[in-house]
């Protein structure tokens, strides 16, 4: 009775961006949860149990669902684009660490998928084509000045930034606070984009100069990419822009 | 006469992991650029022209599918994992930069893909479930005194580091001078993966501590990725030990 635990990812949005191995994973379970969004994506047959949350913390979730797949069942946990970026696997790892025994047991499979930047990223050109880093904007877990510090270190050191959950109704000014730190060290007119839904209907795509970056055009579901001092915007005339990170560091880089 | 290219990823290498959106754009396309071992993934019906190459370059490959596409034709350009990543999509758009005005008229389109670190991570735990990086180890197309430079930035400020290209035949020394130079600042018992084709029937996943790591374990099919101080490892018995970055910062940190 050690049951399946899957952590899957469920990409950007679109359906053509989920993989057979996450619907291959949905099909073989029969207990889901996550966040309510992504439950809510999901099409469950009349025998699968949809289990979504909203406002319980991913730790409680993930123990709720090693509880339940330690009983012999077969459990999914789900998140948008990839589980492994700041989503669930990690907090299912957190949790088997200080759980009990049996959870250890549990035969546990996660399905990577499409994370947002890489979504964003290919609507827009190719801003990550060279060296970024992924760094998540919320405060809740580690304390403002270790984000701040990452942020300048990454941009000084040539890195594009992929910036996640950047701004939500309790946190407002973090946002802002980023663009102001990396303005000390990257040109003013260093390319940045805010990537919304992307592959959903309600997509939104934009680049701004860094110097005018308003991060009021950012929400919940919005994925900001910082470009390095490096990175460009080609114009298509009646196309729209692409903006990319060349693959060649050149001497004044 | 605009054309249209596609520039797809085709996902870690299992039929699996591919979108059906990259299926679709497959389908769609009736000729097909990129490096070898990526096009004969390919299941090509009759109709379709696989135009494979070794040795020509990336941008020239670029070139190459952008003046067939500008001819009216719809082209693929394939990528292994993300195209976004280290790949073609970068390629592409430093060649419409460059080139005729025929080229910006062309329809292109970037579908991504699941790339190697996402898939090298689910197979390990959660190690990039906290702030992290992914740096090009080549040193083809940028000094090697930028990568250690970025490497050890990366590292000070807490990021765990996803080496793609470690290793070729032509580049022997640059993995062990990276752990050399991230050594510097992360503990010896940092924990290092190496995750070799994830997802294909030759996959190999294997975690070394850092002072111990083995740069001769890893081809040009790997993945490494380098810990931060805070990642940990969770032995579970028989069952493979889980690797994963916790979401929080602690005060040591």
């Not at 979730?61 to 509880?67: G, Q, S, V, Y």
């Not at 998140?79 to 660490?97: K, L, N, R, T, Y």
């Not at 005018?212 to 729209?240: N, Y």
Request: glycine letters at 8%; charged letters at 20%.
């Amino acid at each position: 009775m050690n049951g399946k635990l899957y952590v899957i990812g469920l990409g950007p949005g679109s359906d053509k961006q989920i993989t057979p191995q996450a619907l291959d994973a949905i099909a073989a379970s029969t207990h889901f949860y996550g966040y309510k969004p992504y439950v809510s994506r999901l099409k469950l047959r009349a025998d699968q149990v949809a289990v979504a949350s909203d406002n319980r913390e991913e730790l409680a979730r993930a123990k709720d669902a090693l509880d339940r797949a330690a009983t012999g069942t077969t459990v999914a946990i789900v998140s948008g684009g990839d589980p492994g970026v700041f989503a669930m696997a990690a907090a299912v790892c957190e949790a088997i660490e200080e759980g009990v025994d049996q959870w250890r047991d549990v035969d546990l499979e996660i399905i990577p998928g499409v994370t947002a930047m890489l979504a964003v990223a290919a609507r827009m050109g190719a801003p990550l084509g060279h060296d970024f880093c992924a760094v998540n904007l919320s405060d809740n877990l580690k304390p403002w000045d270790v984000i701040e510090t990452r942020l300048v270190a990454a941009a000084s050191a040539g890195f594009v930034i992929a910036l996640y959950n950047p701004i939500s109704k309790s946190r407002q000014w973090q946002l802002g606070r980023a663009f102001d730190a990396v303005s000390a060290v990257l040109p003013p007119e260093t390319p940045v984009i805010f990537g919304r839904a992307a592959g959903r209907n309600d997509e939104a795509m934009g680049v701004q100069l860094l110097c005018d970056a308003k991060a009021e055009d950012a929400d919940m579901a919005t994925c900001v990419i910082i470009g390095s001092a490096a990175t460009r915007i080609v114009e298509r005339g009646d196309k729209p822009a692409l903006v990319y990170s060349p693959r060649s560091v050149r001497s004044h880089s």
